[in-house]
């Protein structure tokens, strides 16, 4: 991957510690509301808790992301794991729903692995099923929410989706940064592109030749 270039003064100097600071204020503001999720799905789904998966972050790197579990671990009688859509409780569709699952991703955030706005991480086996541009997504932190969300989030093709991350990479400003946050507090009370059309989330991405935004 090419060496990514800041901006400007924001994205090179105050992006990080005012995501630092955003982060640790939320988690502080909003530790009822974990507490409550956390001792929901413990009471409903047992342990562990905290779902951890490993996501390539910036430049790929790997890091291991938080987020609040929303499924059941069952299985087939051959021991695969159900579907998705089997798997998923009332309480982790509402979990979803409103996002508090992703809550967890402010811890990300004061690591270092995330940033308040930036391209969503996705799973690591798609690494090598980006075109060298959609690849570029990696060249900022991932983000607790980003461009592609305010645009549609699981509602838009992977292209579209991939798209938009690459016009973030290629402008981030503050105003940007603080328009996108206004639009996801506006989404997650309208509940917005929550699901595709024919899965609970978003179909697993197999590859594209080209984006089209």
Not at 47 to 61: A, M, Y
Not at 116 to 125: E, F, N, Q, T, Y
Request: no cysteine; net charge negative.
């Amino acid at each position: 991957m090419s060496a990514h270039v800041p901006h400007g003064p924001y994205e090179r100097w105050v992006k990080r510690p005012l995501d630092a600071m955003l982060a640790g204020m939320a988690l502080v503001g909003l530790s009822p509301i974990m507490v409550a999720a956390a001792v929901a799905v413990r009471v409903k789904l047992g342990s562990p808790v905290i779902f951890r998966q490993k996501r390539p972050g910036l430049d790929e790197r790997i890091f291991e992301i938080y987020k609040f579990r929303t499924m059941t671990d069952e299985r087939d009688a051959e021991g695969n794991l159900l579907s998705d859509e089997e798997r998923l409780t009332p309480l982790g569709q509402f979990l979803r729903s409103t996002s508090i699952d992703e809550l967890p991703e402010l811890v990300n955030i004061l690591r270092g692995d995330m940033a308040v706005v930036g391209p969503r991480p996705l799973l690591v086996r798609y690494l090598d099923r980006y075109s060298p541009e959609q690849r570029r997504r990696h060249e900022v932190r991932p983000g607790l929410t980003g461009l592609a969300q305010v645009h549609g989030r699981n509602a838009v093709s992977w292209e579209d989706k991939f798209a938009w991350d690459v016009r973030y990479v290629d402008d981030v400003t503050f105003l940007g940064d603080a328009k996108i946050v206004l639009e996801t507090i506006l989404a997650v009370f309208r509940r917005e592109g929550i699901s595709s059309e024919d899965a609970v989330t978003m179909q697993e991405f197999m590859g594209s030749d080209v984006a089209t935004v």
